[in-house]
T-cell receptor, first 116, second 112 residues
Framework: DTGVSQDPRHKITKRGQNVTFRCDPISEHNRLYWYRQTLGQGPEFLTY????????KSRLLSNRFSAERPKGSFSTLEIQRTEQGDSAMYLC??????????????FGPGTRLTVT | GESVGLHLPTLSVQEGDNSIINCAYSNSASDYFIWYKQESGKGPQFIIDIRSNMDKRQGQRVTVLLNKTVKHLSLQIAATQPGDSAVYFC???????????FGQGTILTVHP
């Protein structure tokens, strides 16, 4: 499968614990996005990478949220001191920034986080 | 951002009927609009897009209509099939780096 993959698919954690999610984009894609989706709503943009550079992170929900893409390939999203309100689906998407279809983002299956 | 309630609009159709899903967008400066299909437990899947200088675009069994005057987007699905059952979202593409802003979803249920 050459699509976007995310790991884990499901995560249950207790309030106050830290969690880390991984995203592996499509291999030739240089742009990587993180979104959050709560029940009944569309995905909400969180942050964006162009290669290894995080060029937009103002929409990260709080300073408990951080993301990295150290070698311009896979990315991680970490949530520290989780709260029940962090329960959501975390989606990763990737795209290739050159060419006529450079805006087309391919989404992974998401990581569903449940904070108890 | 959007203010979206927990109760999504729903559309129920019979197999073989045509479906029309509507969406209102907010940013008149958006250059691209995209329809996504999201099945249960999966990420959104690209269906079709339209640029702001167009008012209609057709794909395989799908047509997107754009009315910039009233900031309205619609997705028409011809000969709807049970496999089309999903939540459908419209999205606006903004900024130079491709941030997507999603509108309210619509639940489409196709009955055999």
């Amino acid at each position: 499968d050459t699509g976007v993959s995310q790991d884990p698919r499901h995560k249950i954690t207790k309030r106050g614990q830290n969690v880390t999610f991984r995203c592996d984009p499509i291999s030739e894609h240089n742009r990587l996005y993180w979104y959050r989706q709560t029940l009944g709503q569309g995905p909400e943009f969180l942050t964006y990478f162009q290669n290894e550079a995080q060029l937009e992170k103002s929409r990260l929900l709080s300073n408990r949220f951080s993301a990295e893409r150290p070698k311009g390939s896979f990315s991680t999203l970490e949530i520290q001191r989780t709260e029940q309100g962090d329960s959501a689906m975390y989606l990763c998407a990737s795209s290739f920034s050159r060419g006529p279809s450079s805006y087309e983002q391919y989404f992974g299956p998401g990581t569903r986080l449940t904070v108890t | 951002g959007e203010s979206v309630g927990l109760h999504l609009p729903t559309l129920s159709v019979q197999e073989g009927d045509n479906s029309i899903i509507n969406c209102a967008y907010s940013n008149s400066a958006s250059d691209y609009f995209i329809w996504y299909k999201q099945e249960s437990g999966k990420g959104p899947q690209f269906i079709i897009d339209i640029r702001s200088n167009m008012d209609k675009r057709q794909g395989q069994r799908v047509t997107v209509l754009l009315n910039k005057t009233v900031k309205h987007l619609s997705l028409q699905i011809a000969a709807t099939q049970p496999g089309d059952s999903a939540v459908y979202f419209c999205a606006e593409l903004g900024t130079s780096y491709g941030k997507l802003t999603f509108g309210q979803g619509t639940i489409l249920t196709v009955h055999p």
